[in-house]
């Protein structure tokens, strides 16, 4: 059975958590504004679902760096410490108790497979229309998978229904890059 160790708000709530840490409230309150225009240039693409658009990612983010602006004012914290946020600290223990509920529920039973803690990632895939006109922008869409190749692997399949409806045949990716965590960030 197959259980997620983190899941997509989770992660996009530690990289604003990670980011945050050791921040003073001017060096937050410069994040809070660069989130709330992320929020504003965010839009949702066509058919994404919503947990994992950009639009949904830039809104969680953006009330996240606007929460701990909120705390470290009323905390008067010099710099942002997860520990010190009781929030953040029930954050982590909500998710520590749905992953023991999430690996109780899958219990091993005599002949199943043992519980697998998947690791995955969000990832942003852009494709064109293969017949593409220059200067068309692509379509973009996020996916949760434990590596590019899966997120390539959902792409391919997501794009290739929507192929049904282009008349000049299916889409071709462009680009892949991991959003969260941020590429090298360890959770």
């Not at 494709?127 to 959902?154: C, D, I, K, N, T």
């Not at 997501?158 to 192929?163: I, K, L, T």
């Not at 000049?168 to 680009?175: E, K, L």
């Not at 890059?177 to 941020?182: A, T, V, W």
């Amino acid at each position: 059975m197959l259980v997620y160790e983190y899941l997509p708000y989770e992660l996009a709530r530690l990289d604003v958590l990670g980011k945050a840490t050791g921040l003073d409230l001017n060096q937050v309150m410069e994040r809070v504004r660069l989130a709330a225009t992320r929020e504003t240039l965010a839009s949702p693409g066509p058919d994404e679902p919503h947990a994992l658009s950009e639009a949904w990612i830039a809104f969680f983010q953006h009330n996240q760096w606007r929460r701990i602006a909120r705390v470290m004012a009323e905390q008067r914290m010099a710099v942002y410490e997860p520990s010190e946020d009781r929030r953040a600290v029930r954050y982590e223990e909500e998710r520590l108790q749905r992953l023991e509920k999430d690996c109780a529920d899958a219990g091993q039973t005599d002949g199943q497979d043992p519980v697998e803690r998947l690791r995955h990632r969000v990832y942003r895939v852009a494709a064109r229309p293969a017949a593409a006109l220059a200067g068309e922008q692509p379509m973009v869409r996020h996916y949760f998978a434990g590596s590019e190749a899966a997120a390539v692997e959902h792409a391919q399949r997501s794009f290739s229904r929507q192929s049904g409806t282009n008349q000049n045949g299916g889409y071709r990716i462009v680009s892949v890059e991991q959003i969260l965590p941020q590429p090298g960030e360890q959770f």
